[in-house]
């Protein structure tokens, strides 16, 4: 049996990472098995579902790289298939028409919780044949009355639910709309779907489910429900714990490589392995390893594996996601060094592709103001012999290479008699306007050495400007 896996968010919001981290799990268990991955929109909530919802799923399906072979699919165009099922079902005595009032089943609740009971369906409709003539009616699922329904979980281990506590579940509403189980079984079957792997959420839904398809006569897919995510409070995660949304983490400068590694671990583990290619993750991946509590998020371990990923990927795959933080803020990178160049010397100095972007700047544009500190300190009078000694060593190399850059600044500290600090600290700020940068000779290294020579020309003028006020 060849394994399909699906994902099924409803697309009333944004891809949240509790449903990216339960799409990462059904994806590897499928690539796992050689499987297939589906995609799935369940859009039938027709009130609050939006198109905006399901192009902001889909965007961070595709930013983590979580590929779909079917797919999407949109429950809203499968409306016929649901209807022609519900009609068998009537047809053949498993589903019946129920012609009870909201009202009259409001009264029945009331009445059920005055006694202590829980509210359900009494079945009153289920074996009647004096159906009223013209009026509206809802199309209920004859749950079968007695026995048990057993559930084998791949996380949750056995679960056992007896008919007696299922009542029967509207499958069609008065307005002739599907409800919301009966898609998500008729889709389950006619996508092939063998193994479900979802939030625990929807465990309450899974007898009910179970029953259907096998009144459908389909077979019942292995289940897997996972736990929820907490933040770092311990509470649900949820919106008041800032980014939650995959694309929030985009925009904060994480790679999808990362958030991939921190959620894959939050929840499962292989030994105590925590960094993971994809392929490695492949190639470990088992459901029954995802283990039973609730995770916590924590923001310090993602920017970790962050770090990790920005130092040890290559450069040029570090690029790709990286570029779009420098259009963000709108660096143009079309002149200056390459992105990768830059990365290779900036990827240990920042937390985030943000970061990166940010303090990165002086790489693609000149600057008409220094950091005001760092300028204070070593744009003094005393630095201009220096910068004019080492722009005249510089200008006169050969070759550019951070060897050759190196050698022109040490012959400079040598021919001043001065230590390293004199000369580099005032290059530092004239080529970067700042104190923090890379070593010297690779920073230089990636500006032009007409770029090097106009920004110390610069910082002379500012420290004569500077003696003249
Ligand atoms: N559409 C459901 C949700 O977004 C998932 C249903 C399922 O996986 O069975 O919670």
Known sequence: MSVVTRFAPSPTGYLHVGGARTALYSWLYAKSQGGEFVLRIEDTDIERSTEEAKQAILDGMQWLGLSWDKGPYLQTERFDRYKELIERLLEEGKAYKCFMSSQELDEIREQQKARGEKPRYPGTWRDRTDHPEGESYAVRFKNPLDGKVVINDHIRGT???????????????????????????????????????????????????????????????????????????????????????VMQYRDDGFLPQALLNYLVRLGWAHGDQEIFSLSEMIEHFSLDAIGQSASAFNTEKLIWLNQHYMKTMPASEVAVFAKWHFAEQGIDTANGPTLENVIAIQADRVKTLKEMA????????????????AAKKHLRPVAKEPLLVVKDKLLALETWTPETIGEAINATAEALGVGMG???MPLRVAVTGSGNSPSL?????????????????????????????
């Open 159 to 245: 679960i056992e639910i007896s008919n007696s506590e299922l009542d029967d579940l509207v499958i069609q509403r008065s307005d002739g709309t599907p409800t919301y189980n009966f898609c998500v079984v008729v889709d389950d079957w006619d996508m092939g779907i063998t193994h479900v792997v979802r939030g625990e959420d929807h465990i309450n839904n899974t007898p009910r489910q179970i029953n259907i398809l096998q009144a459908l006569g389909a077979p019942v897919p292995e289940y897997a429900h996972v736990s929820m995510i907490l933040g770092d409070d311990g509470k649900k995660l949820s919106k008041r714990h800032n980014a939650v949304s």
């Open 358 to 373: 940010q303090i990165s700047r002086y790489f693609f544009e000149d600057f008409d103001e220094f950091d005001e500190k």
């Open 422 to 424: 004199k000369i580099g």
């Open 441 to 469: 000779d690779v920073t230089l290294n990636l500006l032009s050495k007409q770029k090097v020579e106009q920004r110390i020309d610069k910082a002379v003028s500012f420290i004569a400007n500077r003696e003249n006020s």
